[in-house]
């Protein structure tokens, strides 16, 4: 018996040399499996038959049970670790969309289409268009700084670091969801972290704030489920729940806008539109700032989205019928919210009531009908949604330092902590739409979508514009006078607590706020970034659509 070595290509092994022969056939017939296992390995990396979304919406929330085995003092282990998790799922959604979505192609990519529940005709159906690539994008990474930002969490870490996976989980489902009923139970699924996050993490009327939260989306939920049982049970014995088949239905005009009411109730109050968004300005106040990144940059997301994904598609003849009410409706959000804000003593309320104001403009461009407005709409909800959370975030820092939340009792923080004063002005400057900045952008061509909208008549274009001119003026009145009761003046430069101000922003601080400068700027100097993703699809949602 003697050893004999395989070449480099094939497995170590030993045989008897009793047969020569055999040694060249098992060499060829290993040789032949392993490079057959690696060309199918390759091929499903690089073919979109691998269950990419199935990965990236399991992926968070399966890790974060792990963190349950995870030892009660290992607070800085789960950080990383769930940091961790997040760059990782974030590299993963990238690399699949960089090398498996079409720009160009207005269709659903990434189709996945598993039965679930065949009692009930529902499936595991998952795709993403040039509408959801955006806020999927946009949820990973506000959701892996939302991460960091939450580094000063010691209690409960393991909960809450899994709530927070949680959600990042959801959240990807719901926008890459192509089942109403499965779009349900994602939107769904968002209540209740987000409600232990707010009653365990929160400021002193967390429960409150909680309560407020779940009985107001819970109630937009019933409305929500209505029109999902409604569409799919209509017309059919069986259900039928396929988004592609609800956008080829027709319904009786009457039934139609019932439909439409219905969801736009259940996202009015997630948006938020008023009058239903008084839930929003008490949860942000109570919640701690990175929760308040995920409300503000993500959460508030869904509902437009919801309002472009569902009214828009599926029920297009209602929504041209309600369109003109969206319209005022934005309106009055953009000059209420901000005439409302600049009467906030609470910081936290002020930038929760700024978010309401700049969300009109979302209202206003999915409401024109237009190629301009729905582009200026979409560029909107990545915009704000950068700007929100940058905003929450710097608040949160800055509460870490001087423990206060009423405006009347800051003054002369710009000298003791110069870049946290110097981040602050500028993300102020981006949400009172500075050129340069995304907010600039995104208004500007929502206001563009107005003025050529083929929908309404001149005058009442000229209308519109005048009337959101007055909201943009607003807007600077309240950043800027925050910015001054914050930073300048010497009332806390000169009070006896003086010593809360020994440390600035730190790396991790500095870190999470310009990183979310870097896209703000980049989007501001160049917007084709977003354009490029949704452009052609809301060209088909137009032409599809509306020409019926």
Sequence with gaps: ???????????????????????????????????????????????NYFPWLTIVVVFPIVAGLLLFFFPHRGNKVMRWYTICICVLELLLTTYAFCYHFELDDPLIQLTENYKWIPFLDFYWRLGIDGLSIGPILLTGFITTLATLAAWPVTRDS???????????SGQIGLFSARDLLLFFIMWEFELIPVYLLLSIWGGKKRLYSATKFILYTAGGSIFLLMGVLGIGLYGSNEPTFNFETSANQSYPI?????????????????????????????????????TCMLLAGILLKMGAYGLVRINMELLPHAHSIFSPWLIIVGIMQIIYAASTSSGQRNLKKRIAYSSVSHMGFIIIGIGSISDTGL?????????????????????GTSYDRIRLVYLDQMGGMAIPIPKIFTTFSILSMASLALPGMSGFVAELIVFFGIITSQKYLLMTKILITLVMAIGIILTPIYLLSMLRQMFYGYKLFNAQNSYFFDFDSGPRELFVAISILIPVIGIGIYPDFVFSLSVDKVEAILSNYFAR
Aim: hydrophobic residues 55%; proline residues 4%; contains cysteine.
């Design 1 to 47: 018996m003697r050893s004999i070595k395989a070449p480099l290509n094939t497995f170590d092994f030993f045989f008897t040399d009793k047969n020569p022969c055999s040694k060249i056939k098992i060499y060829i017939y290993f040789d032949f499996r392993t490079w057959v296992f690696l060309v199918q390995v390759y091929l499903v990396f690089t073919t």
């Design 158 to 168: 393991r909960l809450f670091y899994f709530l927070m996976l949680a959600m990042y």
């Design 254 to 290: 009457a039934l139609e806008i019932i439909f439409y009411i219905g969801f736009l109730i259940a996202f009015a109050v997630k948006s938020p539109i008023i009058p239903l968004h008084t839930w929003l300005p008490d949860t942000h106040g109570e919640a701690h700032y990175s």
């Design 375 to 395: 582009n200026g709409a979409i560029l909107q909800i990545i915009s704000h949604g950068f700007i929100g959370a940058a905003l929450f975030f710097l608040a």
